[in-house]
T-cell receptor, first 113, second 114 residues
């Protein structure tokens, strides 16, 4: 069982709807990453945090995605207005050192219809 | 930015034989190279990793080799078993703090009867 807990496992949304997923990182891991894996098995890094601070994010994330990692609450990734192209597996990972030994969660599979 | 190329998209291997998956990377600053296994409909499962201060690492039936000059690393699955059936992804990250992983495109390993 993964030490990174992601919920929900599956999410179905209509186009234009908000989609929100959550991640509890492994205990003691200060760095959290979000990745998107599309149906072609291509991975895209979205955003990462150190504790509550955003460290890096890609353009796509800045425009339609919002993410946060509040203290004492799960991290979350929200798509403001879902598009069909957002259908993918969203993976959360955490790391103690921030550059190795990443622990991945089970993922949230989003389907936008 | 970093690019990781995974050369084999599918690998059919007779059970008992070795499977070899090759990856190349572009960023000389990359220093951490993990491998993940993904079974159908599931998440990534860590299998083995190698850091740039060594050129070989073994964990049971898995061997990973790193050639920093050629910017190439490879996963060897020895004595392939039916349970090795999955998609394997290579990845790389640099030593910088909070460095994101760059993934290869995946190799589907298909063990077949000897």
């Amino acid at each position: 069982n993964s030490k990174v807990i992601q919920t929900p496992r599956y999410l179905v949304k209509g186009q234009g709807q908000k989609a929100k997923m959550r991640c509890i990182p492994e205990k003691g891991h200060p760095v959290v990453f979000w990745y998107q894996q599309n149906k072609n098995n291509e991975f895209k890094f979205l955003i990462n945090f150190q504790n509550q601070e955003v460290l890096q994010q890609i353009d796509m994330t800045e425009k339609r995605f919002s993410a946060e990692c509040p203290s004492n609450s799960p991290c979350s990734l929200e798509i403001q207005s879902s598009e069909a192209g957002d259908s993918a597996l969203y993976l959360c990972a955490s790391s103690l050192a921030g550059n190795s030994d990443y622990t991945f969660g089970s993922g949230t599979r989003l389907l936008v219809i | 930015g970093e690019k990781v190329e995974q050369h084999e998209s599918t690998l059919s291997v007779r059970e008992g034989d070795s499977a070899v998956i090759n990856c190349t990377y572009t960023d000389t600053a990359s220093s951490y190279f993990p491998w993940y296994k993904q079974e159908a409909g599931k998440s990534l499962h860590f299998v083995i990793d190698i850091r740039s201060n060594v050129d070989r690492k073994q964990s049971q039936r898995l061997i990973v080799l790193l050639d920093k000059k050629a910017k190439r690393f490879s996963l060897h699955i020895t004595a392939t078993q039916p349970e090795d059936s999955a998609i394997y992804f290579c990845a790389a990250s640099t030593a910088g703090f909070a460095s994101a992983l760059t993934f290869g495109s995946g190799t589907k390993v298909i063990p077949c009867l000897p």
